[in-house]
């Protein structure tokens, strides 16, 4: 079991900057793969950004060259470097932890934090 808890969100101006940070527990985070996803109201949950055991990493199209991604095993956290905020990036964002097994997947969510972009 995985438990996950994000931190950092908050209100800032476009053109502003946040770090979101999720911190799991339990042990073999390295094995995890892990992403961010947001959601908006009244839209669906959208993957962000994901980042691999191995470090390999994807984004979103909307938020490609301004959002980064990065984990750190020996503090078992991922972050999300968020830049050049829009109104858009409004949003739920949520910490998700992938485990891969042989046929399957299990999936672990934390509460999520709030960005709000706005002037």
């Known amino acids: 079991q995985v438990q996950l808890v994000e931190s950092g969100g908050g209100l800032v101006q476009p053109g502003g900057s946040l770090r979101l940070s999720c911190v799991a527990s339990?042990?073999?985070?390295?094995?995890?793969?892990m992403a961010w996803y947001r959601q908006a109201p009244e839209k669906q949950r959208e993957l962000v950004a994901v980042i691999t055991s191995d470090r390999t990493t994807n984004y979103a199209d909307s938020v490609k060259d301004r959002f980064t991604i990065t984990r750190d095993n020996a503090k078992n956290t991922v972050y999300l470097q968020m830049n050049s905020l829009k109104p858009e990036d409004t949003a739920l964002y949520y910490c998700n932890a992938i485990r891969k097994l042989v046929f399957s997947r299990k999936d672990y969510w934390g509460q999520g934090t709030q960005v709000t972009v706005s002037s």
């Open positions: 339990g042990n073999a985070f390295n094995i995890y793969d």
